[in-house]
Antibody, heavy 120, light 110 residues
Framework: EVQLVESGGGLVQPGGSLRVSCAAS????????MSWVRQAPGKGLEWVSG????????YYADSVKGRFTISRDNSKNMVYLQMKSLRAEDTAVYYC?????????????WGKGTPVTVSS | QSVLTQPPSASGTPGQRVTISCSGS????????VNWYQQFPGTAPKLLIY???QRPSGVPDRFSGSNSGTSASLAISGLQSEDEADYYC???????????FGGGTKLTVL
């Protein structure tokens, strides 16, 4: 079964850093772009970042540009989101998602999410 | 404020047809395809409609999508109680060079 499992979420102080990870299984990982989407408590979905199958192309929402870095390790079937200079407004459940094709925001497989809380 | 605009709520009775709109601009819906997601409380979103009007395997044909110009719509016919969920539209935005979602529409089955 195609599966994505996020990990690494937790409580972090404002200004701090955190890296969330996503382990992929049962599909040809390097062939597919991957994205991170977040959802603040009681709010809607927000696309955060995406990267191509090779990792050579990366994209970011303006709200995280310069603070977050997306990366992948195709040898380990892993995708990461390194978050720095965290703010209270970054508090959310972070979902990892597989892009169905070369397009973005066409996500056909989602993980269950990992919660990130930014608070002192 | 979301880049794509959806009504915050919609409702219908069992068996009815309801539509949910998604309004954008020339840089997103006007030049890229639209995808729709369904989300139940406490769970991850699920791809419902992709590339404007395509259904993934397993999605009932009661769900359909369309778009025109800078707007898109999701239609649900033969409404069922299990359709009560949040629905989101999404598209790529060429100006932002990133993905954008609508604010979401909470569908209530009366």
């Amino acid at each position: 079964e195609v599966q994505l499992v996020e990990s690494g979420g937790g409580l972090v102080q404002p200004g701090g850093s955190l890296r969330v990870s996503c382990a992929a299984s049962e599909f040809s990982f390097s062939r597919y772009a991957m994205s991170w989407v977040r959802q603040a408590p009681g709010k809607g979905l927000e696309w955060v970042s995406g990267l191509s199958g090779s990792g050579g192309s990366t994209y970011y929402a303006d709200s995280v540009k310069g603070r977050f870095t997306i990366s992948r390790d195709n040898s380990k079937n892993m995708v990461y989101l390194q978050m720095k200079s965290l703010r209270a407004e970054d508090t959310a459940v972070y979902y990892c998602a597989k892009e169905r094709s070369g397009d973005y925001v066409l996500m056909d497989v989602w993980g269950k999410g990992t919660p990130v809380t930014v608070s002192s | 404020q979301s880049v794509l605009t959806q009504p915050p709520s919609a409702s219908g009775t069992p068996g009815q047809r309801v539509t949910i709109s998604c309004s954008g601009s020339s840089s997103n819906i006007g030049s890229n395809t639209v995808n729709w997601y369904q989300q139940f409380p406490g769970t991850a979103p699920k791809l419902l409609i992709y590339t404007n009007n395509q259904r993934p395997s397993g999605v009932p044909d009661r769900f359909s999508g369309s778009n025109s110009g800078t707007s898109a719509s999701l239609a649900i016919s033969g409404l069922q109680s299990e359709d009560e969920a949040d629905y989101y539209c999404a598209a790529w935005d060429d100006s932002l060079n990133g993905g954008v979602f609508g604010g979401g529409t909470k569908l209530t089955v009366l």
